[in-house]
């Protein structure tokens, strides 16, 4: 008799344990993963971003190079005419062509930095829009977390908690 209610006993707390399991285990965070390569890739504003970047980075480079062309055309111009200039002329000029090369180095510098800015700037602006989107999108669907992946950063992720795809569409409408 002694067995039996043991044996009821333990059978009792199996299923017990069981049932605490499937529960706990149903209950488990809601955790996710988005490939970030590939959300940036086919994100709309990140690609009219990057068309436009590289508008601008046309534009610039095309003041960039006419400038030293023109600078490049005084260099000529100052060779050709050395020969008949004083050496108080040459080293005017020398000390002109200087200050062209200097002010074409400085213009080239605070372009790059001011377009350097103006990406990151506005590339903070994407991301700001797309972070908020998948923070209400893992609110809506009851994620506890949701994690960014770039390169092979989580070592192993199964397919099933990819949302790359619902985020790209959902960023993308």
Same mark, same amino acid.
């Given at each position: 008799?002694?067995?039996?209610?043991?044996?009821?006993?333990?059978?009792?707390?199996?299923?017990?344990?069981?049932?605490?399991?499937?529960?706990?285990?149903?209950?488990?965070?809601?955790?996710?993963?988005?490939?970030?390569?590939?959300?940036?890739?086919?994100? %709309? *504003?990140?690609?009219?971003?990057?068309?436009?970047?590289? &508008? $601008?980075?046309?534009?610039? #480079? !095309?003041?960039?190079?006419? /400038?030293?062309?023109?600078?490049?055309?005084?260099?000529?111009?100052?060779?050709?005419?050395?020969?008949?200039?004083?050496?108080?002329?040459?080293?005017?000029?020398?000390?002109?062509?200087?200050?062209?090369?200097?002010?074409?180095?400085?213009?080239?510098?605070?372009?790059?930095?001011?377009?350097?800015?103006?990406?990151?700037?506005?590339? %903070? *602006?994407?991301?700001?829009?797309?972070?908020?989107?998948? &923070? $209400?999108?893992?609110?809506? #669907? !009851?994620?506890?977390?949701? /994690?960014?992946?770039?390169?092979?950063?989580?070592?192993?992720?199964?397919?099933?908690?990819?949302?790359?795809?619902?985020?790209?569409?959902?960023?993308?409408?």
């Amino acid at each position: 008799m002694n067995t039996r209610i043991t044996n009821l006993c333990i059978a009792i707390l199996t299923v017990i344990v069981i049932a605490l399991g499937v529960i706990i285990f149903t209950k488990a965070d809601k955790v996710a993963y988005i490939d970030t390569g590939k959300l940036l890739e086919q994100s %709309k *504003e990140m690609q009219v971003l990057k068309k436009q970047l590289e &508008k $601008e980075q046309a534009l610039v #480079k !095309g003041n960039i190079d006419t /400038l030293t062309i023109e600078f490049q055309q005084a260099l000529k111009d100052y060779e050709k005419a050395q020969v008949k200039m004083s050496s108080k002329e040459k080293q005017l000029s020398q000390e002109l062509l200087r200050n062209k090369q200097q002010q074409l180095m400085q213009y080239q510098q605070a372009v790059q930095q001011k377009t350097q800015e103006e990406e990151q700037k506005k590339a %903070k *602006e994407v991301l700001a829009s797309i972070n908020s989107k998948i &923070k $209400e999108y893992g609110d809506k #669907k !009851g994620y506890k977390l949701i /994690l960014a992946t770039s390169g092979g950063n989580i070592a192993y992720g199964d397919k099933s908690a990819d949302i790359t795809e619902e985020i790209v569409k959902l960023i993308n409408q």
